[in-house]
């Protein structure tokens, strides 16, 4: 069953705007994984961040990580067009990753 | 080839066929995952390897569905008498311990269609 749970579910912002998205689930996890996926296709690992860390960064990604309220968030910043995609987080625990069902973020040039 | 590889990349069958889909991990990745993603949903869990046996395979959806991965490297999916609901892309990753601090890589997936 799905767990992650991402708001908001689409997302249109003009080029060099931030995009955020929050995730949040229901189980305790390892860690928790956001990933990227154009086109329904393959799904590219952005960035893990651990149970007992907070806040990561990664380039132009921003991950946070509130294990109290079971919340993550991803922050794009200065975001661009290759940035249009579906964006999935997946609490990693039991074995699996616990996918939600995704924001798709389209950027305008 | 670093990436996981797929093959086919789609695969059109008939209701009641048998249908194999292949994962070629990563190179020294001992963990391997199936998932399954219906349209505008996430991807779901079916099976985890970690070397040749399954070390979980509580999300298979029922006895028509069955992986091996008999050398601990390549993994096949099958699905016997095939049903339209079977219709998805099937996704294989691999991780090089399991993922509880190592990412999972992802392949390109399977479209797998069922008419």
């Known amino acids: 069953s799905q767990q992650g749970e991402e708001d908001p579910q689409a997302l249109s912002i003009q080029e060099g705007e931030n995009a955020t998205m929050n995730c949040s689930y229901k189980?305790?996890?390892?860690?928790l994984q956001w990933y990227r996926q154009n086109s329904g296709r393959g799904l590219v690992h952005l960035i893990l961040i651990r149970s007992n860390e907070r806040e990561k960064h990664s380039g132009r990604l921003r991950v946070t990580l509130d294990t109290s309220k079971k919340s993550s968030s991803l922050l794009i910043t200065a975001s661009r067009a290759a940035d249009t995609a579906s964006y999935f987080c997946a609490a990693y625990g039991n074995n699996r990753l616990a996918f939600g069902k995704g924001n798709q973020v389209v950027v305008i040039p | 080839g670093a990436g996981v590889s797929q093959t086919p990349s789609n695969k059109v069958t008939e209701k009641g066929k048998y249908v194999e889909l292949r994962c070629d991990p990563i190179s020294g990745h001992t963990a391997l995952y199936w998932y399954r993603q219906s349209l505008g949903q996430g991807p779901e869990f079916l099976i985890y390897f970690q070397g040749t046996g399954a070390a979980d395979d509580s999300g298979l959806p029922n006895d028509r569905f069955f992986a091996v991965r008999p050398e601990g490297s390549v993994s096949t999916l099958k699905i016997q008498r095939t049903e339209r609901g079977d219709s998805a892309v099937y996704l294989c990753a691999s991780s090089l311990q399991g993922a509880t601090y190592n990412e999972q890589f992802f392949g390109p997936g399977t479209r797998l269609t069922v008419l």
């Open positions: 189980t305790s996890i390892n860690n």
